[in-house]
Each structure stands twice: as C-alpha cells, then as structure tokens.
C-alpha cells in the first residue's frame, strides 16, 4: 500500500508539516519518493510514525529518537543499545505515572474533602469526621499523608540532633488541609 501525505495526516492526526519535518530530520529513513519527487509512505512507514509518536510521548527529544533511528539503521551490532534505550524510557515513564497517580489520589482526595465540606456547609464539619468513618481511599491517602509526614519528621530531628545545646528548633508549622 503506497500512501501519499495527506493520506498519512488523515490516518494518524499528524500534521504533514510534522510529517515533512520528521522526514528531514532524518526519523523516517524509509520513506520512498515517486518520480515526481513526492513522499510516498508504506505501511512500515506508519509503524515507524507510531513508534516515533510514542518515543515522543516517553519524553525522548526529536534529536534522541534521530539517534535511535541511526542506531536501528546500523543494525543488529546496536541491539543493546536500543533496547537500553526502551528500558531507561520505560523506568522514565513509570517514574512519570507513579507521580500522576499521586496527584489523582490528591485530587481525589480534595474531590471528597470539598464535597463533604459543601454538603455538610462547613470545613469544620471534616474535623468531627472520625478517620474510620472517611470512605476506604481518603483513609488510605490521610495514612499515606501522615507516613510522609512522620518521615520528614524524623529527618528533621536528625537535621536538628546536629544543633548545638540549649538551642531550640524551630517550631513546626501548623500544617494546612485546605
């Protein structure tokens, strides 16, 4: 199936301004031309896109996916490398997911904290709240919250075990829920 750049854009969403600029980068080695001179994209073409697509997504900068393409393109002497570089992407990513869901559970959290306080037409009214009585997942993320809390706690008080005597540590801050 011989694809021409328009086709290509309207399959995969990608602009053929990005479509030409990926070909003059180097990113597509593949892609033939008719004799006319114009682009004319494969199958294997599109796979190249998508990985390319993906690698982006991984936070691999278009001079980096250059380099992988440079290494594919020398063959299987470059095995190692490649596969190197999807691991370190993928440790990248899971890193990067990990910290996302971090955020979810926060804004979960802050979901529930708000829509009980407007409910209950105070933030007071979460204070009464007894812990066990919070649904299964703000008790988790408040278990979380504190285990994080008493860690920088006990760092602190290994900062602080350094003072000299008769000095006193800063007093903690009042920690804030809102």
């Known amino acids: 199936m011989r694809l021409t750049i328009g086709d290509v854009s309207a399959q995969t969403g990608i602009p053929a301004p990005t479509l030409r600029y990926y070909d003059k980068e180097g ?7 008719n004799k006319s001179g114009v682009r004319v994209f494969t199958e294997n073409d599109l796979e190249w896109l998508h ?3 993906c690698l982006k997504r991984s936070g ?3 001079k980096e996916i250059k380099e992988f393409v440079d290494l594919y393109v020398q063959g299987d002497s470059t095995l190692e490398q490649r596969r190197d570089i999807f691991y370190r992407r993928k440790a990248a990513v899971e890193q990067e997911m990990a910290a996302l869901q971090r955020t979810l559970e926060f804004v979960t959290y802050k979901c529930w904290y708000y829509d009980t306080a407007v409910a209950a037409g105070s933030i007071d009214a979460l204070g009464k709240i007894p812990l066990e009585d919070m649904p299964h ?9 504190r285990a994080i809390a008493a860690e920088r706690e006990r760092e602190l008080t290994a900062i602080q075990g350094g003072e000299k005597d008769g000095e006193e540590a800063a007093p903690q801050q009042e920690r804030l829920s809102a």
């Open 27 to 33: 990113l597509l080695p593949y892609v033939g031309r």
């Open 51 to 53: 990985m390319i697509e």
């Open 60 to 62: 691999l900068s278009i």
């Open 137 to 145: 997942y703000v008790q988790q993320y408040k278990k979380e919250r």
